[in-house]
């Protein structure tokens, strides 16, 4: 583990390439193994969720090459079905081996996944899609025990929330089941029909069209080659880290159709964007203005992993911003942070209520989950002094080269290790919930 020590009130100036998206990426490298076939996945960011689903592809018994951001993953030998409890728990999208691996040979030994902390996060609708297809599952002391003796039946499914990892399972496991699968009310993320889009180019027939998807299963899958798409949230928090500095950007390589819910609100918070086809100007203003209300929604709506990061951009703007989570049961980790760091927030449930001030000020202060870390970066850079950010391997689930590109951009950061990080510790005395 590491820290970030950031002088803060640098303005960011430049211009960057988007990484590829983790949330697309991850999927896609569970359906390698479904796909029972050699398949190069280009564009992959270099993360350490994306290390740990090589470890799982490595160890159901794929050769897996991992080099300047392509994977080459060869499953045509593999032929396990058990997944290590240790690698299910280091992340939540190992679950989505569940689906790839009951498709590829009936059986699938897999205990419930880990995940950042953000509140309860069950797996009920990827349970109940995946029994419709006729699979068996016995749970006993954490370890799910799914068999499928007579082969995965198409199905008709109606999720009762847009879940993406379910809608992502659901699709994995209709690929080559027999028949027709149809799900209502699927997950519309671009990394769903990013994941649907790679199986397709392997042989797949699925189609995805506003919140409907029909997979009529194919007999099998062959190897293909993908790009992966870039990572939408990557991509704004850039944007955000710019406004934050009052700087100004030219970010490439992305997709900005998939931002749709987010530019309304930087344009409402006195942003002026740019927007090519592949590329996004951002030049922030003097002093952010409040926006009025954000509320997480799934997509194409206001996404909820950026909800901790518009948080710092509301510490500072003019004016009272409401904000409200209604995706996940407890995101506001990051809010005890950043009050350590002077920002006027208050929380009630699933509503946070903050109130900008002109300035954030340097202090101690500890990651909470992924995005939460880089809410609190981001603080650090607008924040006058000097920011000391613990635990940020968090950050490196989700951010190739993080500190690296904000250097690049003019920003002050240097990370330190370990030593360093227990000695702020007891500085702080922190005491937040340590997290896989
Ligand atoms: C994906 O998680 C992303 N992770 C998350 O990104 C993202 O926050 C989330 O989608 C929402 O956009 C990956 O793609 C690897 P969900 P996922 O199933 O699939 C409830 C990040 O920071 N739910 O759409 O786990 C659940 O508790 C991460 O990159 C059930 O109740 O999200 C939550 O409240 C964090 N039962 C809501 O649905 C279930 O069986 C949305 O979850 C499944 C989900």
Do not use: W
């Amino acid at each position: 583990m590491a820290l970030l020590t950031i002088n803060g009130g640098r303005v960011l100036n430049g211009e960057i390439e988007c990484q590829g998206s983790k949330n697309s990426a991850l999927p896609i490298l569970a359906a390698c193994f479904l796909v029972r076939g050699k398949c190069e996945i280009h564009n992959c960011p270099k993360l350490s969720d994306i290390e740990g689903t090589i470890n799982i592809l490595k160890s159901l018994g794929c050769d897996v090459v991992f080099e300047q951001n392509t994977i080459v993953v060869d499953s045509r030998n593999a032929s396990g079905y058990e997944i290590p409890e240790e690698l299910m728990h280091e992340m939540r999208s190992s679950i989505i081996f569940l689906g790839a691996i009951l498709g590829r040979s009936g059986r699938a030994v897999i205990s419930t996944p880990g995940g950042c902390d953000i509140g309860l996060r069950p797996i009920d609708l990827h349970l109940s899609a995946i029994k419709k297809f006729g699979v068996e599952i016995n749970e006993e002391h954490g370890i799910l025990d799914c068999k499928c003796n007579e082969g995965l039946k198409g199905t008709a499914v109606t999720l009762s929330f847009p879940s993406v990892g379910a809608t992502e399972n659901i699709i994995l496991a209709a690929a080559t089941a027999e028949g027709t699968t149809t799900i209502l009310n699927a997950a519309r993320e671009p990394e769903v029909t990013d994941l649907a889009d790679f199986l397709n180019a392997c042989g797949a027939k699925i189609h995805c069209s506003s919140g409907i998807i029909n997979i009529e299963g194919v007999k099998s899958l062959h190897g293909a080659s993908h790009n992966v798409i870039p990572d939408r949230i990557v991509c704004a928090t850039y944007l955000c880290a710019t406004a934050v500095t009052r700087g100004e950007m030219l970010l490439k390589s992305v997709i900005p159709a998939h931002l749709g819910g987010v530019f309304p609100i930087l344009d409402e918070m006195g942003c002026d964007l740019k927007v090519g086809s592949r590329e996004i100007r951002i030049t922030a203003p003097a002093r952010l203005k409040k926006a009025d209300k954000i509320s997480t929604q799934p997509y194409p709506g206001f996404p909820t992993d950026l909800q901790a990061i518009f948080t710092t951009l509301a510490c500072i703007a003019d004016g009272t911003t409401v904000i409200v989570e209604n995706i996940f049961e407890c995101r506001f980790k990051h809010v005890p942070e950043l009050l350590k760091m002077g920002a006027h927030i208050k929380t009630e449930g699933r509503v946070a209520v903050v109130e900008g001030i002109p300035c954030l000020s340097g202090a101690n202060v500890i990651s909470t989950d992924l995005r939460g870390s880089c809410a609190l970066v981001l603080a650090g850079l607008c924040a006058k002094g000097t920011t000391v950010v613990g635990k940020i391997n968090h950050l490196d689930r989700g951010y190739e080269n993080f500190d690296e590109t904000l250097t690049s951009l003019g920003a002050s950061i240097v990370r330190t290790e370990e030593a360093h990080e227990k000695e702020d510790e007891k500085q702080t005395g922190a005491n937040n919930s340590e997290q896989r």
